[in-house]
Each structure stands twice: as structure tokens, then as C-alpha cells.
């Protein structure tokens, strides 16, 4: 069963999980969401999205090819899928963060939208994980034969898995050399199963931190003063501008 706690403040937040870490000698991996309700899924497991899993990754390798100057070799499945997630497309994977600010900030930025929404934090421990699918409790960069095997269904038809990497999730790094990776601290989970963490008969693998309502807006502001903002978890161009638009007005 996953365990729950609620926090107000950023404080609060630091304090559960310094309990967790003192308590637990595991790597803590952090994914903020909206609404505490929402499941840990990947994007291409909702609203039926997987029976076109394989399409939507071609359609997505044929009209981006023409339109980019560097791009991933053709088989780098690896560099394709994280290409596809960092542009919003459904994917097997899951993002994560190796950073609680960046979570909370995810958590609590959508505020407006979600005004009678408690969010959450949820709280993974990638090597437990890793180490209960079968996969010795290291976590791989994505771009390694055991993590290629579990990607490559999605671009193409594959069924004679040469490890058995059927039905499993597993925890991995990314490759790319990109900004945004790097100033989210990013980390996925890659399902190559229906199975959903938090349901996953492993004691203590997941745990769950609730924030009310009531007081995203507040965790926002703190967030803030600890140089947590739009522009430091985006860093282009577009959200510079669109922050400085949102504090002017």
C-alpha cells in the first residue's frame, strides 16, 4: 500500500523526505502532479493511445526528419523516444525528477486550472524498483541493450525478446545532451507493461506526498524564493518571455 503524507510548506516537504532518506538507504526519484488523483502512467497508456504506439512513433521519425538539421541516427530508438516525450508526444515513458523543488514546482504551477485539486508529489525508489523486475538494482542510461529491447516495440513489431524484459517497467537515464533535461534533473520510468507503480506488490517502492489546495499557491511563492520558477525549470527563450508577461501582469 502506498503511504501518504500531507504537507503545507516547503519545509514540510524537506522534512518528509529527509525521514525517508534517513530511514531508507535508496536513490529517491520525485514527479509532481496536479491532482493527486491522476495514476502513474505513461502518456501513451491513456485514452487507448497504445493501440497506435507504433504509428504515432513512424508518423513522428518521417515528418521530423525533413524538418531537422541534427537528429538522432535512424535506429537510435533511444534518442527518437526521449525527442518524441521532450515535444509532448505519447510515449512509454514517464518522467522523473532527481529534484523534490522541481516536482513540487510541477505539482503546484497549474494552480488556476486546478483550484479544488489537492496535488501530490510521489516519491519513487528507482534501484528497489530496478532490483524487483529483475534487473539487478542498477538503473541503466537509456541508450543500453537491456532498455533498447523494451523500446524498440514501440517503432516496430517484436516479439523475440532475447532478456526477459516482457511485462516489465524499469527505471533508466536519459542520453541526450539537452538543457532542459538537465535543469529538470530528469530521469524516466520505461513501461513495457500495463502494470502501475503504485499498485506493484513492493513494499515501500512508491510513497505519496499529498499537497492541499489550499496552499498551492503559497508552496508556489516559496518555490520562487528558492529560484524555482518558469524559466529556470524551462529554459528557452519562450518562457523567459512568458514569465516576465506573467509577473508584469
Same mark, same amino acid.
Given at each position: 500500500?502506498?503511504?501518504?503524507?500531507? =504537507?503545507?510548506?516547503?519545509?514540510?516537504?524537506?522534512?518528509?523526505?529527509?525521514?525517508?532518506?534517513?530511514?531508507?538507504?535508496?536513490?529517491?526519484?520525485?514527479?509532481?502532479?496536479?491532482?493527486?488523483?491522476?495514476?502513474?502512467?505513461?502518456?501513451?497508456?491513456?485514452? @487507448?493511445?497504445?493501440?497506435?504506439?507504433?504509428?504515432?512513433?513512424?508518423?513522428?521519425?518521417?515528418?521530423? %526528419?525533413?524538418?531537422?538539421?541534427?537528429?538522432?541516427?535512424?535506429?537510435?530508438?533511444? @534518442?527518437?523516444?526521449?525527442?518524441?516525450?521532450?515535444?509532448?508526444?505519447?510515449?512509454?515513458?514517464?518522467?522523473? %525528477? #532527481?529534484?523534490?523543488?522541481?516536482?513540487?514546482?510541477?505539482?503546484?504551477?497549474?494552480?488556476?486550472?486546478?483550484?479544488?485539486?489537492?496535488?501530490?508529489?510521489?516519491?519513487?525508489?528507482?534501484?528497489?524498483?530496478?532490483?524487483?523486475?529483475?534487473?539487478?538494482?542498477?538503473?541503466?542510461?537509456?541508450?543500453?541493450?537491456? =532498455?533498447?529491447?523494451?523500446?524498440?516495440?514501440?517503432?516496430?513489431?517484436?516479439?523475440?525478446?532475447?532478456?526477459?524484459?516482457?511485462?516489465?517497467?524499469?527505471?533508466?537515464?536519459?542520453?541526450?545532451?539537452?538543457?532542459?533535461?538537465?535543469?529538470?534533473?530528469?530521469?524516466?520510468?520505461?513501461?513495457?507493461?500495463?502494470? #502501475?507503480?503504485?499498485?506493484?506488490?513492493?513494499?515501500?517502492?512508491?510513497?505519496?506526498?499529498?499537497?492541499?489546495?489550499? =496552499?498551492? #499557491?503559497?508552496?508556489?511563492?516559496?518555490?520562487?524564493?528558492?529560484?524555482?520558477?518558469?524559466?529556470?525549470?524551462?529554459?528557452?527563450?519562450?518562457?523567459? %518571455?512568458?514569465?516576465? #508577461?506573467?509577473?508584469?501582469?
Amino acid at each position: 500500500m502506498t503511504r501518504e503524507k500531507v =504537507v503545507t510548506s516547503i519545509g514540510n516537504l524537506i522534512s518528509e523526505i529527509e525521514l525517508i532518506y534517513s530511514s531508507q538507504n535508496y536513490i529517491l526519484w520525485f514527479r509532481g502532479h496536479s491532482d493527486k488523483g491522476w495514476p502513474l502512467i505513461p502518456s501513451v497508456q491513456r485514452n @487507448g493511445l497504445n493501440k497506435n504506439e507504433q504509428c504515432i512513433s513512424n508518423d513522428f521519425y518521417i515528418k521530423s %526528419s525533413i524538418r531537422m538539421r541534427d537528429k538522432p541516427n535512424k535506429n537510435d530508438y533511444a @534518442g527518437w523516444m526521449a525527442l518524441m516525450q521532450h515535444y509532448g508526444l505519447p510515449t512509454r515513458l514517464l518522467d522523473w %525528477s #532527481k529534484s523534490p523543488l522541481i516536482a513540487a514546482y510541477f505539482a503546484t504551477c497549474e494552480y488556476g486550472e486546478y483550484p479544488d485539486k489537492d496535488a501530490c508529489i510521489w516519491i519513487l525508489k528507482p534501484g528497489l524498483l530496478n532490483e524487483c523486475e529483475g534487473f539487478n538494482g542498477y538503473i541503466y542510461p537509456m541508450d543500453t541493450s537491456t =532498455v533498447l529491447e523494451m523500446i524498440f516495440p514501440a517503432f516496430k513489431p517484436y516479439k523475440d525478446f532475447k532478456r526477459d524484459v516482457e511485462d516489465k517497467i524499469i527505471a533508466c537515464y536519459p542520453v541526450e545532451n539537452d538543457l532542459r533535461m538537465y535543469t529538470q534533473q530528469s530521469a524516466f520510468t520505461l513501461h513495457n507493461s500495463f502494470k #502501475k507503480l503504485e499498485q506493484l506488490n513492493i513494499s515501500h517502492l512508491v510513497e505519496k506526498i499529498i499537497i492541499p489546495f489550499s =496552499v498551492k #499557491k503559497k508552496i508556489l511563492n516559496e518555490l520562487r524564493i528558492c529560484g524555482i520558477e518558469l524559466s529556470t525549470v524551462y529554459p528557452d527563450i519562450e518562457h523567459v %518571455s512568458r514569465e516576465i #508577461k506573467d509577473y508584469y501582469r
